[in-house]
């Protein structure tokens, strides 16, 4: 456990909360600025989350502001902790790297905050910043030491051979990787995800994070991807260049999203579109491991032409017993009817949820995109 922090560094930096929750992004736009002119820390990024107006600008800067109001509470600190560990994890982040980060985000704070960023709050702010950095330093060390310990673990970037493409839909196509040096691979908890290293075709390096849609197994894993015609190359890459036979990178699986070890409580399982594919893993777990646990899995696509596998989960479910299977349709295609191709018609909502699954007795699992997270909570 790092050394804790001083009264002082905790006064100084709770009280700059407010200016931060101002100029947040600001800061983490000019961090990343300073950060991306070393070519090396450059490369360790995702650059489709990056950037003005990029999605990890906004969730850097929350994140600092929430770090800020909540310093002298650590315990609600822990789960961005957790979090922000298993992304390091996926991106081969090392503890060699977190002092660029402390130069550029205290460059960054001055930057934006000119004379109000006097010596004494960029001093606290820097030991707030290394109280953090050891935080995750600390746990990033425990997960992979964990990941050494178990049969097929592994640090960094490991080849992958492309030994399946399976289309399950009109936009949905499946991969099955197995390691080009013919070992094992660690076994993932059902929810989990890989971070891959694409060079597309004109020689640029592009990094993705796909979530792992099969149970666990020591001899490959199975990821289901969309091709999103409006991406940075990931899923298109996956889709339209790579073939049976090709080598893709991938780093440990990794993530704080994922079953309970032994659930006790029945399980809710709410996906949307490509949303599927952790909940896919975990209806695979529940059927293989988990007999007596009572599962909901409710699934929303647009139609049968882009939902993936159904039959699948399906055929799971029926052999199982105790996980049911509903799946809503929001532009059926004509030739798309409830009761035959999916259950109903229109979008998944709390009051079919209260009235259809153990509402209050159960653990929900989310995964979607924003628009269906936000109308669920």
């Not at 929350?62 to 961005?80: E, G, M, Q």
């Not at 960054?108 to 820097?126: C, K, M, Q, S, Y």
């Not at 579109?273 to 909940?279: F, N």
């Not at 159960?362 to 924003?370: A, H, I, M, S, V």
Request: aromatic share 10%; glycine share 8%; proline share 6%.
């Amino acid at each position: 456990m790092p050394t804790p922090l001083s009264e002082t560094t905790i006064r100084i930096v709770k009280a700059s909360a407010s200016a931060l929750a101002v100029h947040g992004t600001a800061i983490t736009t000019a961090m990343y600025s300073r950060l991306f002119e070393d070519a090396h820390i450059k490369d360790l990024f995702n650059h489709s989350n990056q950037g003005e107006g990029g999605s990890q600008v906004h969730a850097l800067a929350a994140a600092i502001v929430a770090y800020a109001k909540n310093i002298d509470n650590l315990s609600s600190v822990v789960p961005v902790v957790e979090r922000i560990a298993h992304k390091h994890i996926g991106y081969n982040i090392l503890p060699e790297h977190y002092p660029y980060v402390a130069t550029a985000l205290l460059g960054a704070i001055r930057e934006v905050l000119g004379d109000a960023a006097t010596p004494e709050l960029t001093e606290a702010w820097a030991e707030a910043y290394w109280f953090l950095a050891d935080l995750l330093k600390e746990r990033e060390a425990a997960i992979r030491d964990a990941l050494n310990t178990q049969l097929g673990g592994w640090q960094g970037w490991r080849p992958f051979v492309i030994a399946e493409k399976i289309r399950e839909s009109s936009v949905i196509t499946t991969f099955i990787l197995k390691p080009e040096d013919g070992g094992h691979v660690v076994r993932h908890k059902p929810g989990q995800y890989l971070t891959f290293r694409f060079i597309l075709a004109d020689g640029s390096q592009v990094k993705r994070n796909y979530s792992i849609s099969s149970s666990a197994n020591n001899d490959y894993y199975r990821i289901s991807v969309k091709r999103e015609a409006s991406g940075a190359g990931g899923s298109r890459f996956l889709h339209d260049i790579a073939q049976v036979g090709h080598i893709i990178e991938a780093t440990p699986p990794a993530g704080d999203f994922f079953l309970p070890e032994k659930p006790v409580r029945p399980l809710i399982l709410l996906s949307a579109g490509v949303g599927l594919t952790p909940m896919v893993s975990m209806v695979e777990t529940i059927g293989a491991e988990y007999p007596n646990v009572q599962a909901h899995y409710v699934h929303a696509a647009l139609n049968s032409s882009t939902h993936a596998m159904d039959r699948h989960v399906r055929s799971i479910a029926k052999e199982h017993g105790r996980i049911s299977v509903s799946t809503f349709y929001s532009e059926p295609a004509p030739t798309d009817t409830a009761g035959e191709t999916h259950d109903y018609d229109g979008f998944i909502s709390l009051d079919w949820l209260k009235h259809n699954t153990p509402f209050t007795t159960g653990d929900f699992f989310l995964c979607g995109p924003k628009p269906f997270l936000k109308s669920l909570v």
